[in-house]
């Protein structure tokens, strides 16, 4: 972002940024208060370096990669279809979509400076590659299909695995009650359905595990409102679908959703999260 420049000679500065008794000047002086418009535009322009790496929103990508293999797994364990083979069909998407492309989302959303989305998409999506590698490695007779998790039966060590997505998604929808609404209604049934899940597999109990799917499948299909809403503000250049932010002029259809931080004359400034 912007940066300052020492390396302008001193017999090129301005005289009253020469420090008293020296011949080099002086570092990172911004502008007098009282000095006039284009001296100040000259003196910034002078002395600011600014480097850009702009990127989209990853979230977008992020809650569609999410919501895809979320919401095909869900339906497939609240027994809205498929049999104990299915998942030997889903582990491709699960893994790249679900998986990787979240994954990637989550590492970008280091770069817009969001904590939340880093954490939750970089949690998530470790865990869809996780879950498609178990079930690649059943396909290919690698890992025993008599010990692969099954709907109904106790598997106590598949159970630990939603016992942490269960904890740390329902920190992360406290969190994310400070940022909007739509990110935190995603995390809600998520956590919640995370923690059916783990009780199903670890009591090889049916019941449970079916509410677990319910509840993400309800999860993705808040993912794919949250994601679009994002889309369409990034394309539009204002809301469209409201993501329920506690801003209210964010939330109306038509409005610039926010003012980008930029400097005066133009030069864009440093955003904070998506």
Request: a positive charge.
């Given at each position: 972002?912007?940066?300052?420049?020492?390396?302008?000679?001193?017999?090129d500065?301005p005289?009253?940024?020469?420090?008293?008794?020296?011949?080099?000047?002086?570092?990172?002086?911004?502008?007098?208060?009282?000095?006039?418009?284009?001296?100040?535009?000259?003196?910034?322009?002078?002395r600011?370096?600014?480097?850009?790496?702009?990127?989209?929103?990853?979230?977008i990508?992020?809650?569609?990669?999410?919501?895809?293999?979320?919401?095909?797994?869900g339906?497939?364990?609240?027994?809205?279809?498929?049999?104990?083979?299915t998942?030997?069909?889903?582990?491709?998407?699960?893994?790249?979509?679900?998986?990787?492309?979240?994954?990637?989302?989550?590492?970008?959303?280091y770069r817009?400076?969001?904590?939340?989305?880093?954490?939750?998409?970089?949690?998530?999506?470790?865990f869809?590659?996780?879950?498609?590698?178990?079930?690649?490695?059943?396909?290919?007779?690698?890992?025993?299909?008599?010990?692969?998790?099954?709907?109904?039966?106790?598997?106590?060590?598949?159970?630990?695995?939603?016992?942490?997505?269960?904890?740390?998604?329902?920190?992360?929808?406290?969190?994310?009650?400070?940022?909007?609404?739509?990110?935190?209604?995603?995390l809600?049934?998520?956590a919640?359905?995370?923690?059916?899940?783990?009780?199903?597999?670890?009591?090889?109990?049916?019941?449970?595990?079916?509410?677990g799917?319910?509840?993400?499948?309800?999860?993705?299909?808040?993912?794919?409102y949250?994601?679009?809403?994002?889309?369409?503000?990034?394309?539009?250049?204002?809301?469209?679908?409201?993501?329920?932010?506690?801003?209210?002029?964010?939330?109306?259809?038509?409005?610039?959703?926010?003012?980008?931080?930029?400097?005066?004359?133009?030069e864009?400034?440093?955003?904070?999260?998506?």
């Amino acid at each position: 972002m912007a940066g300052t420049g020492h390396d302008m000679p001193a017999h090129d500065m301005p005289a009253h940024d020469m420090p008293a008794g020296r011949g080099a000047p002086a570092a990172s002086a911004a502008p007098r208060s009282g000095a006039a418009e284009p001296e100040m535009h000259a003196l910034w322009e002078d002395r600011t370096r600014i480097s850009l790496t702009p990127i989209a929103a990853p979230s977008i990508l992020g809650l569609f990669g999410f919501a895809g293999a979320t919401m095909m797994v869900g339906a497939w364990q609240a027994n809205w279809y498929g049999s104990a083979l299915t998942p030997l069909v889903l582990f491709p998407f699960v893994i790249m979509f679900g998986g990787l492309a979240q994954f990637l989302a989550g590492m970008w959303s280091y770069r817009a400076r969001d904590g939340l989305a880093t954490a939750m998409h970089g949690m998530w999506g470790a865990f869809w590659l996780g879950w498609g590698l178990l079930f690649m490695l059943v396909a290919i007779g690698v890992y025993p299909l008599a010990l692969s998790p099954r709907i109904g039966a106790v598997s106590q060590g598949f159970a630990f695995w939603f016992i942490p997505l269960c904890v740390i998604t329902g920190l992360g929808a406290l969190a994310a009650m400070g940022k909007n609404l739509a990110m935190s209604a995603v995390l809600w049934p998520l956590a919640v359905g995370a923690g059916f899940t783990a009780a199903g597999f670890w009591a090889g109990s049916t019941w449970p595990l079916r509410i677990g799917g319910w509840l993400f499948v309800i999860s993705a299909g808040i993912a794919v409102y949250t994601a679009a809403a994002m889309m369409m503000e990034n394309t539009y250049g204002r809301t469209i679908l409201p993501l329920f932010a506690f801003r209210k002029n964010q939330n109306v259809p038509g409005r610039r959703a926010s003012r980008p931080l930029e400097y005066r004359y133009g030069e864009p400034g440093v955003k904070i999260g998506q």
